[in-house]
């Protein structure tokens, strides 16, 4: 079987999929917008890199214009599905990113005869655009909506691929709720890489709640910082790490001087951030998984996560983490109150989520079920 995977960046889980496929021989292809030195763990041979897509957000970042990234987004996703086009080669399976394939899966089906997979990393699209506008229209701070060119291509990649994989049951009845075929959409959790997450450790009694995120209104960071404000617990923290986007000053500015603001660390500190924190707390709004959960759990960390993440499909509650439902500030700090009050508990639960994240097999899982799905919807193609 010929697979081709590709995602316009190499920091998701395509990416971490392709480099699994490839040490199985699996892997045909990988293109992907990233210059080819930043691709690591592929064989070079079966990489294609299209890095000019990548330049205008390159420049920004130079020009500390990060603020203005969402105006050139459709510009380069279009830049990269054109390429990937004219790019591609034969396959069985084309699995691409949702928003960058719509044409190069109608040119791996018309001129390959192949598979194709549209990979949803979030919920359904139209289910993240309406939870996000009613989170503005609850906190009264702005925030843009999405992109309408974004919601009608990506409607259309789903129409046009032959399964969607989406990273949680979440986000799969999110597409079952805007009346997509269960058939056609596939739950498969993300993996993580155990040799990287571990634990360190912890150096020190503070009771710190750690938070890693995008600081926005779509990670709903507001609710965490809300509960750590009615609790006031004695010899205690929040940390939040996360890149800081402009919609943020309204969130963070209510709660000035009651968090840390955590600057960016290379991956072997994240592992020593996680192993520092007492609780990682992830209180989404919206979130296809949210990678951070497992990579907590892996260095003995509990986690507290919102039912609209992938905390439904890791944690079991009250034994490695809790789950808690959106928008419910009450409920996040009723479960810290009682990680705060029951030291032992707590070590339990770290305890316990470590095992949970150990038996996945780092990628392995993640990888054999992609596998095999791919197997069943070719021989299915075959067999018509």
């Given amino acids: 079987m010929r697979v081709s995977v590709a995602s316009f960046i190499s920091g998701i889980h395509l990416f971490e999929l392709a480099r699994e496929l490839d040490k199985l021989g699996a892997l045909d292809s990988y293109y992907t917008a990233m210059p080819s030195f930043k691709v690591t763990g592929v064989t070079r041979a079966r990489v294609a890199t299209h890095p000019a897509a990548l330049l205008p957000h390159f420049a920004l ?22 390429w990937l086009s004219r790019r591609q080669a034969p396959c069985d399976v084309f699995h691409v990113a949702s928003s960058y394939g719509l044409r190069a899966m109608r040119c791996a089906k018309a001129s390959h005869g192949s598979w194709t997979v549209c990979d949803r990393g979030s919920s ?14 609850r906190s009264g701070v702005p925030a843009p909506p999405t992109d309408p060119r974004f919601i009608e291509k990506e409607e259309a990649e789903y129409e046009e691929a032959d399964a969607i994989f989406v990273p949680s049951t979440f986000a799969r009845q999110s597409f079952l709720d805007a009346g997509v075929e269960p058939h056609k ?19 020190d009694d503070t009771f710190r709640v750690l938070c890693v995120a995008m600081i926005s209104l779509r990670k709903g960071i507001g609710y ?11 010899k205690s ?31 072997s ?3 020593d951030l996680y192993s520092q924190a007492s609780v990682l707390v992830l209180p989404s709004i919206e979130d296809g998984f949210g990678q951070v959960i497992v990579q907590a759990m892996a260095c003995g960390v509990p986690v507290i996560a919102t039912t609209n993440t992938g905390g ?24 810290l109150e009682y990680l705060y009050r029951n030291p032992d508990a707590r070590a339990q639960m770290g305890r316990a989520a470590l095992e949970t994240v150990r038996a996945w097999n780092g990628w392995g899982r993640y990888t054999n079920q992609v596998l ?6 070719v021989s299915r193609r075959h067999a018509r």
């Fill in 372 to 377: 095999s799905t791919y197997h069943e919807g």
């Fill in 124 to 137: 359904h699209i139209r289910t993240q655009d309406q939870l996000l506008r009613e989170e503005v229209a």
């Fill in 61 to 82: 970042q130079l020009a500390r214009l990060q603020r203005f990234q969402s105006r050139i987004n459709w510009a380069t996703t279009e830049a990269f599905d054109r």
């Fill in 269 to 271: 500190g994240m592992r």
């Fill in 224 to 234: 965490l910082l809300e509960a750590m404000s009615r609790l006031r617990l004695p």
């Fill in 312 to 335: 439904p499909d890791v944690i079991t509650d009250g034994k490695d983490g809790f789950i808690v439902p959106i928008r419910d500030a009450g409920a996040i700090a009723d479960r």
């Fill in 185 to 203: 959409v596939v739950a498969i959790p993300i993996g993580i890489r155990l040799e990287e997450f571990f634990p360190v450790p912890k150096r």
């Fill in 237 to 267: 923290e929040a940390v939040l790490r996360g890149t800081v986007l402009p919609e943020s000053r309204g969130i963070l500015s209510p709660h000035a001087g009651q968090f840390k603001l955590q600057p960016p660390l290379p991956r």
